[in-house]
């Protein structure tokens, strides 16, 4: 729950194609829950959801379009009749509960994995494996009550010790993954991170059913970060592990064992994802027996399924591909407000980059809104702070818009010390300013991208050198620290809690630090009452705004073209596709 999730960028930030890297976070913070309490709203902001829902009807650009012709399905796709195949840029196979960072890896994760709580269309989080959860009065002690007779996919029956390792391994001293949950702040979890104790203290099993957590102080987000953590087996995943060293459960990546709705049978990397029906699964047997999750890129992925080699796909959301997709006939089209945003990273522990001037000018030199409308057209807005239009924590009150000027970029960098030099290229203390810039290869965006961002940069005086990769590639280069700059895209959670922008925080990988951003999330997350949240995100936001610690490009719509002959799938922003598996059905 704490934050994001890494996507590619192109088609849906979870997505292979924008998705720019759903740089899909911290898994823990599973969908980071935040109660988004929508009864909490003011008149002014259910008025400003009626005027975006009367913008939406009147545009037609958010919403379901049937298919016109169902019938007109190619062969390919209608002779399946107990198999799904779902196109997504290549999971980087990392299938472990504890580690799997982008949004690709995540779908793959929510088919197998389970926990207490899950989010819910409206970004609330509901019961799932919890029959019920107690809080007390003075919001430090959350009992969890797990359903009875629950089983993993090896037969295992489950228990809360189960819980209490995944938790344990979570707040290991050696945990390197993308979840952040000593921020919970659970009684004892601090000992055991310093390998002063070898227990939690805070974690009490009462029956195999029963387990209560102690937290040292109350916080917004508690219920949901300690309800959508994956409950695993111990009994496999623990089987090798010792405090301090967790190598044996990152063995498992791809190997995996949970509860879910479906069970891992076959991953060849860069190809597919084949997943079969969990006939034990606690909220009923998936209706449909296999899952193919299906390796494409924005040049084959139409394609793909105009033939029937897929039954969906995220399609970049543009005019053109909603007009081609809906003469197919046979698509059912899916559009609605993308919970995330794409944006180009800075590696901030290089000097050039903490210079919030450099970071300004490289900014205002993007043409930013012409690289957005000529991918996306009506169907994507620039953005210029780190959250989703959707979310209750946006604002766009006294927000810089940073547009195009390439005046305003030229003299930011002349007053950071970087003048033009002789050969045309900016110099400073003997060094030019020469930019290594990497996006994901077969990209929409980043086709529209690199052209207007190399002329754009060498009018500023950049030597700008581009490399396009495969997603995994470049999400490699990011945790090695391997760049100077690099393009995806963020998928959010529902609560705007995250540590990407957090010093030091879990899914901080670019050297961002800023004292009072830390502080103001730090008292948002303790902050109870939503509207003064709010406030508190909004200074936030405002700060981040001035500090730039990376380029924000947009906020877009996601495109889900569904075969007709597919029935269940009911989409939002907030809970994607793979929760609901289980009620995908093929009627014969």
Not at 2 to 9: D, E, Q, T, Y
Not at 485 to 507: H, R, S, V
Not at 548 to 571: E, H, S, T
Request: with cysteine; glycine share 8%.
């Amino acid at each position: 729950m704490f934050g994001g999730l890494l996507a590619g960028c192109g088609g849906g930030d979870k997505k292979a194609a924008d998705p720019a890297p759903t740089e899909q976070g911290d898994q823990n913070k599973t969908d980071d829950s935040k109660k988004t309490d929508d009864t909490a709203k003011t008149d002014d902001t259910a008025k400003a959801d009626d005027t975006k829902k009367d913008d939406a009807a009147n545009d037609q650009s958010d919403g379901i379009f049937p298919a016109s012709d169902p019938a007109s399905s190619p062969a390919a796709a209608m002779n399946r009749k107990d198999t799904l195949i779902v196109g997504m840029s290549a999971p980087k196979g990392i299938f472990n509960p504890f580690y799997g960072e982008t949004a690709y890896d995540q779908y793959v994760l929510k088919a197998l994995f389970d926990s207490f709580t899950e989010v819910q269309k409206d970004g609330t989080y509901g019961n799932s494996l919890a029959e019920k959860v107690d809080v007390s009065d003075d919001g430090l002690v959350y009992t969890f009550h797990l359903k009875p007779g629950i089983k993993y996919s090896d037969g295992t029956p489950m228990t809360v010790k189960d819980y209490v390792f995944a938790i344990k391994v979570l707040c290991d001293g050696a945990y390197d993954g993308p979840s952040d949950m000593m921020s919970t702040k659970i009684k004892g979890a601090q000992e055991y991170h310093d390998g002063k104790a070898k227990e939690i203290s805070g974690l009490k099993v009462i029956d195999d059913n029963t387990v209560e957590v102690t937290v040292l102080e109350p916080q917004a987000v508690t219920k949901d970060n300690l309800g959508t953590v994956w409950m695993v087996p111990e009994s496999y995943y623990g089987k090798g592990y010792k405090q301090g060293n967790l190598e044996s459960i990152k063995a498992l990546n791809t190997k995996p064992i949970g509860s879910g709705q479906y069970v891992l049978t076959k991953y060849a990397a860069g190809q597919e994802v084949d997943l079969t029906a969990n006939p034990d699964y606690f909220k009923g047997a998936p209706k449909v027996k296999n899952v193919v999750f299906k390796t494409t890129t924005s040049e084959t992925n139409m394609a793909m399924l105009q033939s029937g080699e897929t039954d969906m796909d995220m399609i970049t959301v543009s005019e053109d591909n909603v007009e081609e997709l809906k003469s197919y006939g046979f698509l059912d089209i899916n559009i609605y407000p993308t919970n995330g945003y794409g944006y180009i990273a800075f590696n901030l522990k290089q000097k050039r980059f903490q210079d919030v001037k450099v970071r300004q000018a490289l900014t205002y030199g993007l043409n930013r809104k012409e690289v957005v409308e000529g991918v996306y057209g009506k169907y994507a807005d620039v953005i210029n702070i780190p959250q989703s239009k959707v979310s209750w924590a946006y604002t766009n009150e006294n927000i810089n818009p940073y547009e195009f000027n390439m005046d305003k970029a030229k003299q930011l960098l002349d007053e950071a010390g970087w003048k033009v030099g002789s050969s045309g290229i900016r110099e400073k203390d003997g060094e030019k300013l020469k930019i290594n810039f990497s996006a994901t290869a077969d990209n929409t965006v980043v086709n529209a991208l690199l052209p207007i961002m190399a002329q754009n940069y060498k009018e500023l005086g950049i030597d700008l050198v581009s490399e396009t990769l495969d997603f995994n590639a470049v999400m490699d280069k990011k945790d090695k620290g391997n760049y100077d700059m690099f393009f995806a895209a963020w998928g959010l959670t529902a609560d705007p809690d995250t540590t990407i922008y957090i010093t030091n925080g879990a899914q901080n990988k670019s050297g961002y630090s800023n004292k009072k951003v830390d502080d103001l999330m730090e008292k948002a997350r303790k902050e109870l009452d939503l509207n003064k949240r709010k406030e508190l995100y909004k200074e936030m936001y405002q700060e981040i705004n001035n500090d730039l610690p990376c380029i924000f490009m947009y906020q877009r719509r996601d495109m889900w073209p569904i075969n007709a002959r597919v029935k269940g799938f009911d989409l939002a922003p907030y809970k994607d596709f793979s929760y609901g598996l289980y009620n995908v059905e093929i009627p014969q």
